[in-house]
C-alpha cells in the first residue's frame, strides 16, 4: 500500500531519511495510529496536517522516542530501527521540538541548549563531569547566529524570555543537534506574526542543510506554500502524501475530511 | 572589542551577559552576606566591651553553626531538584545512636567505659564513624528507592521517615541516651581546633561546602538537579535519569546528615534523641534565606551557608546581651519570610 507513495520529485531514487511503515499505537482502548506510513526525504519539509485528533503528535512522538510503537517499522536511511528512548532517538539524529517545548525555565540558555548531552572540559576535570562552559556558549552563540534569532543574554534563565525567543531557542536547539531529521509539533502556534516567520525561516535553513523536516500544522494554507510535501492523516493512517506544487486547498480539505479517501486518490490529486 | 567580519546575509548575533562583577553584586548570597556582616557588627556594638567580636566568640559561632552550615549545604541540592528533606534530625540521631553504639561495643569492657577509659578508644572512634555515616547513607537511600517506588512526593515520605527514624532510634536505645563516650573524640574532634583557633567541624564544615559549590555550580550534576528542580518533564525529555539523580541527592544528604550525627556525639560525648527535632526547618530556613527557590531550579550553596551562621549568631548575641535567646527563633521566622516574599517576588518578575 505505501508503494503508491513516491511522489515524483522523488521517484529518481533518492533514499528517505526516514520512513515509517504501518506504525499502529494504542493507549488502553483508543487506536491513535492504525498503520502510519510516511517518508521525509533530505532536505524538505514535510507538512504533517490533519483535524484535531487524527494521530498527528503520536506519529511525531513515535518518531521521536517518546513513545515506542505497538507494531509497524521505522526506517532511517534505508535501515530499520528500533528507537527506544528520546535518549537513542537523538543518538540517530532525530530531534524534536515539542509543542509546550519541554524547557527548563530556570536553566539558562546555554544550559537548555545542552540539557542532557553537555559539553565537558578536556583533561581531569572531564572525570568528574565538569561542563565546558565557554565551548557551550560559543557552540549556542553559533547556533543562534546561523537562525537569525536573537537573545538578549545566553546565561539568564530562559523564564526570562519571550514566547517567541523561546521558541526559536527550542528550534535553534533542535536544528543544532540535528544530523537527520527534525520532527516539529505545531511551532508555531501562539506565536506573533513577527516569531512565526522566524521559525519558518529558521525551518527552512535546517531543510537547506539537508535534513527533513516534518512540521505539524494546522494552518494549511501556509503549509501549501510553505512546505514542499504534504501528508494527510486522517484516524490514526496517512491518507496521501503529495507534493505542494499545484495543490488546492479545496483538494487537501476533501482528502482530509472525506469518509474514505485512500492513498492513491490522494496521490492522484 | 573588534568588529568581526560576518559573511553577508548573515544576521550577527549579539547578547550582553551580565558581568562577574555585577552577578556576585545581585546575588542572594552576597545580600545575605550583608545581613550578616551587619548583625555581627550590630551585635559587637550592642555588646559589653565588645565581647562578640572577640576571636573566642567567633571560635563559639563557628562551632555552633558547623551543623547547620553541613545540614544546609545537603538540603540545597534536594530544593534546588524540587525535593524536602524533613527526615534529617531523624537520620543525625539514629546515625549518632549507631556510632555511639559502635563504639561502645567495640571500645572496651562495660567497666571500661562506664569509667570512660576506652582501651580500644582509636580503632572504636574510627568504626563508629563509618558507621555513622554508612548509616546516614543507607537513610537517604531508603528515602530516595521509597519516593521513586512509591511515586509520592519527598514530602509525605521523609515526613514518614521522620517519624519511623527517630522511632527506631528509640528502640535501639530503650529510650536512654548512650553517654560517656570516649573523651578523644572530643579533644581530638569534636571540639578540637586547627591552628588553635578554628574549630575542626567548621573547617569541615566549609570543605565541604566548597565542594558542594563546585559540583552545582560547575558539573553536569549541578545542572541536572537544577534543570530536574526546574522542570521534571524537561529533563526527563533531556533523557535524564531522574530515578538515579533521586538517589544520588538523597545519599548527599544523608551522609552529610551521618557526618552531622558524629559531630554532634564528638562534641557532647553523648546521643541526644530528644534533640534535632528542628533540624530539618532549620536548614530549609537557611536554604531558603540564602536564595535558594523553594519550588527548586534555582540554589545557592554559598547563600545556604552564610545563612546558616544566622541562627547562632542570633542566639550567641542575644545571650550575650541577656536578651532571651528564644528571640532568636522569632527574627529566623521574619527572615524566612522575607526571603520568601523575595522568591515569591523574583518569580513573578521573571513570568
Ligand atoms: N497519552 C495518551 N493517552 C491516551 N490517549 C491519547 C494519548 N495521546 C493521544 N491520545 C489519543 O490518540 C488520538 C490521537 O491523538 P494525537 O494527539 O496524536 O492527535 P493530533 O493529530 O496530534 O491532534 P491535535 O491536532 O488535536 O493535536 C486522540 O484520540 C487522542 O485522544
Ligand atoms: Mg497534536
Not at chain 1, 16 to 25: A, L, Q
Not at chain 1, 238 to 252: E, F, H, I, N
Request: aromatic fraction near 6%; charge should be neutral.
Amino acid at each position: 500500500m505505501d508503494s503508491g507513495f513516491p511522489p515524483a520529485e522523488h521517484s529518481a531514487g533518492i533514499m528517505p531519511v526516514i520512513e515509517t511503515r504501518g506504525i499502529t499505537k494504542s493507549f488502553g482502548h483508543v487506536q491513535a495510529l492504525r498503520g502510519a506510513s510516511l517518508r521525509a526525504y533530505p532536505g524538505e519539509v514535510l507538512a504533517l496536517i490533519g483535524d484535531n485528533g487524527a494521530g498527528k503528535s503520536t506519529l511525531s512522538n513515535v518518531i521521536a522516542g517518546v513513545h515506542s510503537a505497538d507494531a509497524g517499522e521505522l526506517i532511517l536511511r534505508g535501515e530499520s530501527v528500533n528507537v527506544s528512548s528520546v535518549r537513542h532517538a537523538r543518538e540517530l539524529g532525530i530531534e524534536i521540538v515539542y509543542q509546550d517545548l519541554a524547557q527548563a525555565p530556570d536553566l539558562s540558555v546555554v544550559q537548555n541548549f545542552f540539557f542532557g548531552r553537555e559539553l565537558l572540559v578536556k583533561g581531569p576535570g572531564r572525570l568528574i563531569g565538569q561542563v565546558d562552559e565557554a565551548a557551550m556558549r560559543e557552540r549556542t552563540k553559533e547556533a543562534m547566529s546561523l537562525l537569525g534569532a536573537q537573545v538578549p543574554s545566553l546565561t539568564a534563565p530562559v523564564s526570562a524570555l519571550s514566547g517567541g525567543q523561546r521558541q526559536a531557542i527550542a528550534v535553534a536547539r533542535a536544528v543544532m543537534w540535528a544530523t537527520a531529521a527534525i520532527v516539529m509539533d505545531e511551532p508555531t502556534a501562539a506565536l506573533g506574526t513577527k516569531q512565526t516567520k522566524m521559525v519558518y525561516d529558521a525551518v527552512r535553513a535546517a531543510a537547506d542543510r539537508d535534513l527533513a523536516v516534518i512540521f505539524v500544522s494546522h494552518d494549511i494554507p501556509k503549509m501549501l506554500d510553505f512546505a514542499d510535501r504534504i501528508a494527510i492523516m486522517r484516524h490514526g493512517q496517512v491518507v496521501a502524501q503529495m507534493p505542494t506544487a499545484g495543490l488546492q486547498l479545496v483538494d487537501v480539505l476533501t482528502t482530509m475530511l472525506s469518509a474514505q479517501a485512500d492513498a492513491s486518490e490522494g496521490e492522484a490529486a | 572589542m573588534t568588529q568581526t567580519q560576518t559573511p553577508p546575509g548573515a544576521v550577527t548575533f549579539d547578547s550582553s551577559e551580565p558581568s562577574a562583577t555585577r552577578r556576585v553584586v545581585t546575588s542572594t548570597a552576597f545580600m545575605i552576606a550583608i545581613v550578616v556582616t551587619v548583625l555581627i557588627l550590630l551585635f559587637g556594638v550592642l555588646s559589653p566591651n565588645g565581647v562578640f567580636l572577640s576571636a573566642g566568640n567567633f571560635r563559639n559561632l563557628a562551632l555552633d553553626s558547623a551543623q547547620l552550615i553541613l545540614l544546609a549545604v545537603g538540603m540545597t541540592f534536594l530544593v534546588g531538584a524540587g525535593e524536602l528533606d524533613l527526615s534529617i534530625g531523624a537520620n543525625v540521631i539514629l546515625s549518632s545512636v549507631v556510632a555511639a553504639k559502635v563504639i561502645t561495643f567495640v571500645g572496651g569492657t562495660p567497666e571500661e567505659i562506664l569509667a570512660g577509659d576506652y582501651s580500644n578508644a582509636a580503632t572504636a572512634i574510627l568504626l563508629g564513624f563509618l558507621a555513622a555515616v554508612v548509616t546516614g547513607v543507607l537513610f537517604g537511600i531508603v528515602n530516595a528507592a521509597l519516593v521513586n517506588m512509591l511515586r509520592v512526593s519527598s514530602f509525605i515520605v521523609t515526613l514518614a521517615m521522620m517519624s519511623a527514624g527517630s522511632g527506631i532510634a528509640y528502640i535501639v536505645t530503650g529510650g536512654i541516651n548512650v553517654s560517656s563516650l570516649p573523651r578523644e573524640m572530643q579533644k581530638g574532634f569534636g571540639s578540637a581546633d586547627l591552628f588553635g583557633i578554628i574549630p575542626i567541624p567548621a573547617v569541615i564544615a566549609v570543605v565541604i561546602g566548597l565542594v558542594a559549590w563546585f559540583a552545582m555550580t560547575k558539573l553536569r550534576f549541578g545542572v541536572h538537579t537544577l534543570g530536574m528542580g526546574s522542570s521534571l518533564r524537561a529533563a526527563e525529555r533531556a533523557g535524564i535519569n531522574i530515578r538515579r539523580q533521586r538517589v544520588k541527592l538523597f545519599v548527599i544528604m544523608g551522609g552529610i546528615a551521618g557526618l552531622v550525627g558524629f559531630i554532634d556525639i564528638s562534641r557532647f560525648l553523648t546521643t541526644n534523641i530528644q534533640g534535632h527535632q528542628g533540624d530539618a526547618l532549620a536548614a530549609i530556613a537557611a536554604v531558603v534565606i540564602g536564595g535558594t527557590s523553594l519550588f527548586g531550579g534555582r540554589a545557592s550553596i554559598l547563600g545556604s551557608m552564610i545563612a546558616a551562621i544566622i541562627p547562632a549568631i542570633l542566639i550567641n548575641g542575644l545571650v550575650i546581651m541577656r536578651v532571651g535567646s528564644f528571640y532568636q527563633l522569632v527574627v529566623t521566622g521574619v527572615i524566612l519570610l522575607i526571603a520568601v516574599g523575595i522568591d515569591q517576588r523574583r518569580r513573578a518578575q521573571s513570568k
